[in-house]
């Protein structure tokens, strides 16, 4: 029998039973309406995530944290030294280093506002190298800079001061036990734009000062971070390799994609993790299509035995009822993939309130990502994930027909025929 | 039941049904042939020991009361159940050779069945159950839509074709199951008690359009069943108790030519 006239005799036994047909793909519905919703918004959030990295990402920028092993622990150094910019500027391929020592803090000023920010300690020369080309001021300039009592203030929605304004503030600080507010007055050198991020340094919402400044201040005579600028982006691992010798391995060097190579594979592990939850939900459906099918055999037992009697071998038996289930896939796995894609639609719009918490970064510390930035989630479904997904619904259907499908075959015609 | 491994390729099957059709001497032949039946612990004899010779063109009618086994006779020589012993002959062809799909090829082109209970497919409309049988055998879908329209012309259900059984009355029930063993060109035509559920004028128009098929297209007939008036209209009438053969006669239709 032509694979068409099948297929259209399937046709029209599915129309026959709607509600059932309905029912039985209902499974594999579920199935796919998970697995196309989990890896959307998975899609999604993670191209929200390394589109929020990559706004900061500089692809000649190396960023080298104190550390040794893994970014998550191990032994290593605490903080850099001052002079420990020198090992890296010797480096070839290296155009400017820049160390930062950085604080969150809250700034307490005359009028009784608050602010909460990060003052960063950087050599403003060394800034200039290195991000001077990414940077400009809405006021001030860097000639401007020269002396160490003034500083840059990041971009602000409002602005807390302007070029020239002298900033007085009154700022927290932890010495030892205890916490001092300390009076500070520094004349502000230049007031930059929007910059968003680079690697692990936020621009805006922070207060840059000299790295002296910010040593007495403190009274801290380590660094945080070094920033490396260097020729050639092609060259980011090499380099990074010969920074970790230089520093006998007890740092860690943060090359361009790192951290969203990070995030992928996080986000990977993750999905494959809710993919295989949702793999028991087609796993269920697969059976609850054996059961009804089985059903249907015994139902359509005369019909079996009818098409034998006039001739049917039982291979077009066979591919009768597999081809009704591959149906029943098909059509589960077009209204899972619709269904899911709404679902995804729907939990793109709750899920950001629910984390809200996140919204202004991940973090103000010595180590902060992710921007100032709303966050929003789009739901991002792969081509290909709905060729899986399709594949997948098809597949399941079909194998589990098998049993059935081969029962229908094997009947005997003459009791088929008397069944009733 | 096991079935011999296949003798020959099925395209040549045709050819060597041509050929043996052309050398016998009959169209239908049971040799000794027994089926036996287990019925939980009960063995059952549905048919003992039968030997039968239908000529080409014959109308031949087996009556039995129910359970005399010409039903399961009736299956036999269709190629629908295999015997426990004795050997059928269908167009000289013995079919203990024949493997399962060389079975179910004979039953496509080879023979119609006709039952009872029309055992129409209830999904298909009276055009869709007769196009069935040429779908299985591979017709061209306008050649199969053509030879259904106009086999229920024959059986003068031309203007019900679009209905599915639910909506037609037995006998028309009857004639499309009729035009559908009619499909693929069989010679021989299987009845099983082909008036037993229709009511007695339904009934005897079923008789007289098997008869006019039988003399108009040369069909042979083999039907079973207790309807007397079949006898009147059949060549040679059989007599079946309790799986075999108790009594031959010439039946009431004209002498066979």
């Known amino acids: 029998m032509k694979f068409r006239n099948i297929l259209g005799l399937s046709f029209t036994n599915m129309r026959r039973r709607k509600t059932r047909t309905i029912l039985t793909t209902l499974g594999i519905v579920v199935g796919i309406m998970a697995v196309v919703s989990i890896s959307s918004l998975s899609g999604g959030f993670e191209g929200q995530i390394t589109q929020q990295l990559e706004q900061g990402l500089d692809t000649d920028i190396l960023t080298v944290i104190p550390g040794g092993g893994s970014f998550f622990g191990g032994s290593g150094l605490s903080s850099f030294q001052i002079n420990d910019t020198l090992l890296i500027q010797n480096i070839t391929g290296v155009i400017s280093t820049l160390g930062i020592s950085q604080t969150g803090t809250t700034i307490y000023n005359e009028t009784g506002g608050t602010l909460d920010t990060r003052i960063i300690g950087v050599n403003f020369t060394n800034l200039e190298t290195v991000y001077g080309h990414r940077l400009t001021f809405s006021s001030g300039d860097w000639n401007q800079l020269g002396s160490n009592d003034s500083c840059i203030v990041g971009y602000l929605p409002d602005p807390i001061a302007s070029t020239g304004d002298n900033l007085s503030a009154e700022v927290l600080v932890r010495v030892g036990l205890n916490f001092n507010y300390i009076n500070v007055s520094i004349s502000v050198g230049g007031v930059l734009e929007e910059a968003g991020q680079s690697g692990m340094l936020p621009f805006d919402r922070s207060i840059f000062i000299s790295i002296d400044t910010y040593q007495e201040l403190f009274d801290d005579s380590t660094i945080s971070t070094i920033v490396v600028r260097i020729e050639d982006p092609d060259q980011a691992d090499a380099i990074a390799d010969e920074i970790n010798e230089a520093f006998e391995d007890q740092v860690l060097v943060i090359v361009p994609n790192f951290l969203i190579d990070m995030v992928s594979s996080v986000f990977n592990i993750m999905e494959i993790f809710l993919l295989a939850i949702a793999s028991i939900a087609l796993l269920v459906a697969g059976i609850s299509i054996l059961n009804i099918m089985l059903v249907t055999v015994m139902e359509r037992t005369r019909e079996i035995g009818i098409m034998k009697s006039l001739g049917a071998k039982d291979r077009t038996i066979l591919s009768q009822f597999l081809s009704e289930a591959a149906l029943l896939g098909v059509l589960g796995g077009v209204i899972g993939i619709i269904v899911g894609l709404f679902l995804a639609q729907g939990m793109g719009l709750m899920l950001p309130a629910l984390f809200s918490g996140f919204q202004g970064g991940f973090g103000n510390g010595d180590i902060g990502f992710g921007g100032s930035s709303s966050f929003t989630l789009v739901p991002v479904l792969a081509p290909e994930t709905i060729l899986i997904a399709m594949t997948f619904a098809i597949l399941v259907s079909v194998i589990f027909a098998i049993y059935p499908a081969r029962k229908a075959a094997k009947l005997d015609p003459v009791k088929a025929l008397r069944y009733e | ?257």
């Open chain 2, 1 to 257: 039941m096991t079935h011999p491994q296949p003798t020959q390729p099925e395209e040549t099957l045709t050819a060597l049904f041509d050929y043996q059709s052309r050398t016998s001497k009959y169209i239908i032949e049971a040799k000794n042939l027994c089926k036996t039946y287990q019925m939980g612990p009960v063995e059952v004899n549905a048919v003992r020991g039968v030997n039968l010779q239908v000529h080409p063109g014959e109308f031949l009618v087996i009556l039995g009361v129910s359970g005399s086994g010409k039903s399961t006779l009736l299956h036999l020589l269709g190629a629908l159940d295999q015997p426990t012993a004795g050997k059928v002959f269908v167009e000289g062809l013995d079919l203990s050779t024949l493997n399962h799909n060389q079975l179910a090829d004979v039953r496509l082109r080879r023979v119609g069945f006709v039952f009872q209970f029309f055992n129409l497919m209830p999904q298909l409309t009276a055009q869709g159950n007769i196009e069935l049988p040429l779908k299985f055998a591979d017709v061209p879908s306008t050649t199969a839509h053509g030879r259904a329209r106009d086999l229920l012309t024959r059986v003068g259900l031309g203007e019900r074709r679009d209905h599915v059984p639910s909506e037609l009355s037995g006998g028309e029930q009857q004639r499309v199951a009729i035009a559908r063993a009619l499909a693929n060109n069989p010679r021989i035509i299987l009845a099983d008690e082909p008036t037993g559920n229709l009511d007695t004028k339904t009934g005897a128009e079923i008789i007289t359009l098997i008869r006019q098929l039988n003399k108009t297209q040369g069909l042979t007939f083999v039907v079973v069943g207790h309807d007397a008036r079949l006898t009147t209209v059949a060549d040679r009438v059989i007599e079946m108790q309790d799986g075999g053969f108790i009594g031959e006669r010439a039946g009431g239709g004209q002498e066979r030519v």
